[in-house]
């Protein structure tokens, strides 16, 4: 259990960050590394030549502001750029450097992806820029390198390497490293599809000036056990969210609805893999649980519960697949394999702002024929009758996505006829 991550240990923060990056097929074994400078000036980095993949704390390494290294290794080799991108940013606590596939494939392209197709992406990234290429571990490369983050960069692509990332502690420099990668993904799925749409500055503008909703707070008393089973069940399915890559550390919002009308909702920017039931805000009678800042999408969670009293759940989330027909004109059919469209029905769109800007228009989009509806270029928002039920369409909308980008690198998609849909419709009694 995670509580507060900058009340860990310096080893203890580098141990959980690479674990993260490895076990999601970020970085290899010998591959990629990580820093934090602490208040004192000591820098603690992650070993040379150590298994990625099965670090512990007594692994780490401990360089001090005179050079004298502590620890049973050798520091990584990319020591030197970190030291120096730390001496030009003073204000940067944490960096990470790995060499996920895709962010490779960009640097070995030299290409930056864009950053402007999701609204959030330029705002935990800043501005993304690409250093030459050099010698890993040489004095050049660190040169390079830091020469990008001193002239105000976080983000930092390297030609034919991989990317650096820094930020004011450990776990912003991970958001940043995730939400570059997650871009890149979106870019090549989107490429496959047709032209991407990017947000201007006016519609980016939108999603950043949107906060978590001010309501008024109740005092909670005493917790029934139909509201601890969904706390409990809600922070299950957001790891495997997280897990899945359906969620990223901050975005993806789950909610369900309790038998008096209140509801359960996800946190404003906590981090989805350590959620904890006690992080979950209870929404009751317009009100929040004392002490706690819901997502920033309650209000239009209240409305879809206001407006259907047989949806009991409601996900909203931005999976790369999904999210690349969210991002071009190509048109989603779920009309795949029966299962997609037993599950998806009629899938809708909506222009992108709507969520925030016409709330109960959006609420009034859902029916039994419309479970689901893609925002473009925001996030897609999926409704079901109880969460596990919202929960797998996001996994069938996600991989029928997957599956039909995918299809396209092997001939024209086929669906599913009209008189094939229809003996659907009457052998699973669909409406």
């Given amino acids: 259990m995670v509580m507060r991550f900058e009340l860990m240990h310096p080893a203890d923060q580098l141990v959980m960050i690479m674990a993260r990056i490895y076990r999601y097929g970020m970085t290899t074994t010998s ?33 001090k502001p005179d050079g004298t290294l502590i620890g049973p290794h050798k520091p990584s080799v990319e020591l030197p750029f970190h030291k120096e991108i730390y001496r030009r940013r003073p204000d940067l606590r944490g ?10 494939a960009f640097s070995l392209a030299r290409k930056i992806p864009n950053m402007r197709l999701i609204p959030n992406a330029t705002e935990v990234c800043g501005k993304v820029s690409m250093a030459k290429y050099d010698v ?45 990668d997650f871009c890149g993904r979106l870019c090549l799925d989107a490429a496959k599809l047709g032209q991407a749409r ?25 917790h029934s056990s139909e509201e601890c089973a969904g706390r409990r069940d ?26 008096d ?12 893999k350590y959620l904890e039931p006690e992080d979950i805000v209870h929404i009751k009678g317009g009100m929040r649980e004392m002490g706690k800042l819901p997502s920033r999408a309650t209000l239009l969670h209240e409305a879809i519960y206001r407006a259907h009293p047989e949806i009991n759940a409601v996900i ?66 999926v409704t079901g009758n109880s969460l596990l039920n919202a929960f797998d369409r996001l996994e069938v909308l996600e991989y029928s996505a997957s599956a039909m980008i995918a299809a396209r690198d092997i001939g024209e998609i086929v669906l599913i006829t009209p008189d094939e849909v229809a003996k659907i419709e009457e052998a699973f009694h669909l409406e």
């Fill in 95 to 104: 960096i990470v450097h790995a060499h996920p596939p895709t962010l490779v």
């Fill in 198 to 222: 990017a947000l201007t500055d006016d519609q980016i503008a939108i999603d950043s000036a949107a906060a978590s909703p001010k309501l008024d707070e109740f005092v909670p008393g005493t």
């Fill in 234 to 259: 809600l922070c299950q399915l957001v790891h495997r969210s997280y897990d899945q890559k359906l969620f990223t550390s901050t975005q993806g919002t789950f909610s369900m609805r309790l038998s």
């Fill in 31 to 63: 591959g990629g590394n990580l820093s934090i400078r602490d208040e004192n000036g000591d820098i603690w980095i992650t070993p040379s030549g150590i298994d990625k993949g099965n670090l512990t704390r007594a692994d780490m390494i401990q360089v």
């Fill in 316 to 381: 909203i989330a931005h999976p790369p697949a999904i999210m690349a027909f969210a991002v071009t004109d190509a048109p989603f059919d779920s009309r795949t394999i029966p299962e997609s469209y037993i599950s998806l029905r009629d899938v809708v769109r909506l222009p992108y702002g709507a969520s925030r800007t016409d709330i109960e228009g959006t609420a009034a989009m859902f029916s039994s024929k419309t479970p689901v509806v893609i925002v473009n270029n925001q996030c897609v928002i």
């Fill in 261 to 272: 009308g209140s509801f359960l909702i996800t946190p404003y920017m906590k981090d989805r």
């Fill in 136 to 180: 890993p571990g040489s004095a050049q490369l660190g040169e390079n390198i830091a020469q990008e983050f001193a002239a105000g960069y976080d983000t930092v692509l390297l030609e034919n390497h991989g990317v650096v990332c820094g930020g004011k502690d450990l776990f912003r420099a991970f958001m940043a490293f995730e939400t570059l």
